[in-house]
């Protein structure tokens, strides 16, 4: 069996998730009673964040690399990076790192058109709902990607650091998001959502809202990552 390395704490209670998940996931696949052997390293969101924030993308990427250089020393055989806006940088990481890396954005692209899903909401931080690095994989495969307007993305970062990240998943902000998602619907006719922030599964678990699909990152990047395991 392949050993994984993880790049986490991008935040801690996604990372948990992860964790959790894998096992599960490892021992539906396995009936042997075994458990996997994988490594996580745990960084400082809160610098992630400084160089998000300073728009600094060559030092995230450096921070990032580090961890996986550590991870690959460590002993692990492929990785990824368990949090979707650090993938901002995805493709400038990938081919410097010592190990193969695991896109989510690359694996949710593949869930989607197998799906059949064309018009997705993207739904995470302000980093990744702004910028280009899901619309230019989705785009290749023919799904057109919409973002909430200025006023609910203000909404869904905001409660992202103020309340999600810290392990806060409260009804009335679940509401909240299950509105922005009504509107979007509403406004763009859209046939799925992209839970683009591996914090937003911990708050919307179900697997559709009135139909509308909702694309769970955290399950996607983790079947990725367990098939890898195990091939």
Known sequence: MKTLGIVGGL???STLDYYQRIIALYRERVSDGSYPRFIINSIDLKKGLAFMDANDLAGMGDYLLEAIRELACAGADFGLV???TPHIVFDHVAPKSPIPLISIVEATCIAAKARNLKRLALLGTRYTMQANFYGNVFSRKGIHLCVPGPEDQDYIHG???SELVAGKFLPQTRAGLF???DRLKTTTDIDGVILAGTELPL????ADHQGIPLLDTTKIHVEAAVTEMLS
Request: aromatic residues 12%; without cysteine; proline residues 6%.
């Open 203 to 206: 708050i919307l678990r179900d």
């Open 82 to 84: 368990s949090a979707n």
């Open 11 to 13: 935040g801690p209670e």
């Open 179 to 181: 509105e922005i998602i």
């Open 159 to 161: 409660k992202y650091f």
